[in-house]
Structures are given as structure tokens and as C-alpha cells.
């Protein structure tokens, strides 16, 4: 359905990363024992064995002796159904969440039961872990756990490991619909239109780019539109050098911050168009388009604005 010009605008936004870290020594024999099909736990000052094992005891704040094996059965603790799984969660038929404290263990390993209906899921159901058949030395080596009170798989391990030690990648996900404000519907349709557009408080008269909705110096709304130019000046900057997966812009390139002519803030955006290290403060540049809006901005070849002109604005 088409949205009336003066509704929010709405849009899925994702955003993702593979954060990969250091397991460290405690962690390491943790996941190297799941490719094996073994779960260890660790027994603190206390007494309390804690499954998965701490990396240093909460009472002491030493690291752990040995590490001792537990389960692999136990018993749920608590659990929530989840009737709709989503993508990159460990199954793909509905599911339980639970807490399941292990056979020999006194704290509770969170994990996906597999109980094939909510009806069979319940508090006090003992389970066991359904192995994965290619097994790396990640908690995704246990598949889910599953309800133990039935016939039992085969336990013959037909299945393989290939460890990376000492490392995990745990892909990051977020994937959520995004309302804009007012102001900045605002902005984004003036952007489509080719146009930078901003808004003007009726107190103090200082011009917001991207408009905010209000003003930040006296609270009140700023309802009058102001079309800036495509022109402004670089006020501050950074030289980016490092790279990362799935960057669009080679290394180095310039992240500035730019003051259009005409408004009372500065915003953020890349500088292309010249080499990095010809940008400098006061630099004169101009939007470039692009089908989604401002591609970058470039130098517009002007002299540089003079020091007064921005340094308020830095």
C-alpha cells in the first residue's frame, strides 16, 4: 500500500558481522571436548561444578584446575517455546529454549530442545544431546538436545571433526524495521528529489542538517523547511586506513565532517574525488548523486573557506 507523502517512512534495516575471538585456554578444551562428542565442566572454590566451565571462579577469581566431564544427559530447568524459529537458529521446526543443568553439574547450559511438540515439552524432562555430524569445536557441535525417555539414537559416532583451535566465529545478526521520524522522512524524500533539505528553529533561527524535529538549544519543534546548497566545507576529518569485509570504499578514503552552506551543524560523510591526503580543514566540496542520494562529496575546486567561517561548527 503507497504511504500518504506526509507518513513516516519505514524500511527493514539488517545489520551483520562474523565477530571471530580468542576462546582462550579454559574455552578452548571446552569446544575441543564438543568435536569429541564430550561435555567438561569446571569445579570452583565452592564446591559447585558450573557446566559450561568458567574461564575464572566467581568466588576466587582464579581459573579452573582440571576440567571434569559432565553429563551428557540432564534435566530442564526452565524453557520457553518458540513457535516461529528464524533464519540461522539451530532448528528449523519449532523448538524449546531451555535451561538444562547436566548430570553432575550444579549450573544450567542454555541449548534448543528438540521435544517435537510444546504439548511434550515441560519442566523436569531429562534430555541428552543430539550431536551434529560435522563437528568443529563450536556449542553448535551439540545440534539441540532432545527428550532421553525414548529410544536412543545410535551411538556410534559416524560422523567428523575438524577443530580450529583456539578460535570461534559467532555470525552477529540484527534485523529489524526501522520508522523514521518525521524530520527525517522529511530528509530522505527531499534526498530522493535531490535536494538536501533541513529545518529552521523559530527561537534561535540555527538550521538543522538532517532535521531533528526540534531544536536541541531550546526544546521547541522546527517546523520551518530550508533548502540548503550542495556546497559546504570540511571542518574535521579522519583518513580511514583499515579495511574490512564487505567495505565498498578502498582504503584509505576520507570520513568528514561537512558544513553546508547555509546551515548550523555539521554532518557526517565520505570525501572522494582527490587523493586522501589532499584533504584538509576548510576544504570546499560539493554533494555528488547518486540513485539512493549523496553518493560523497567532492572538492568543488573554491579556495578554502577561512578558519572563522567553521570553527564554531568543529
Known sequence: ?????????????????????????VLSQFMAALAERRILGARGADGRVHAPPFEYDPVTAEPPGDLLPVGPEGTVLSWSWMPEPLA??????????????LDGADTALL????????????????VRPRWAAARTGSIRDIACFEPSDGVADDDTDTGSAEVNPGMTITPVRLHYMHTAS??????????????????????????????????PADGVPTREEVELSESGTVTTFCIVNVGYPGQKVTPPYVAAQILLDGADIAFGHLVLGCDASEVRMGMRVKAVWADEGVSHFEPNGEPDAPYESYERFM
Open 1 to 25: 500500500m503507497t504511504q500518504p507523502a506526509t507518513a513516516p517512512l519505514r524500511a527493514p534495516l539488517d545489520i551483520e558481522f562474523d565477530y571471530t575471538r580468542s576462546l582462550g585456554p
Open 88 to 101: 540461522d537458529q539451530p532448528l528449523a521446526v519449532p523448538f524449546a529454549w531451555a535451561l538444562i543443568r
Open 111 to 126: 541449548h534448543a530442545v528438540d521435544a517435537g511438540s510444546a504439548a511434550a515439552m515441560r519442566t523436569g524432562l531429562r
Open 182 to 215: 518525521p524530520g527525517e522522512s522529511f530528509y530522505l524524500r527531499g534526498l530522493a528529489e535531490r535536494r538536501l533539505l533541513g529545518q529552521r528553529c523559530d527561537v534561535c533561527g540555527q538550521v538543522y542538517v538532517p532535521p531533528r524535529g526540534t531544536c
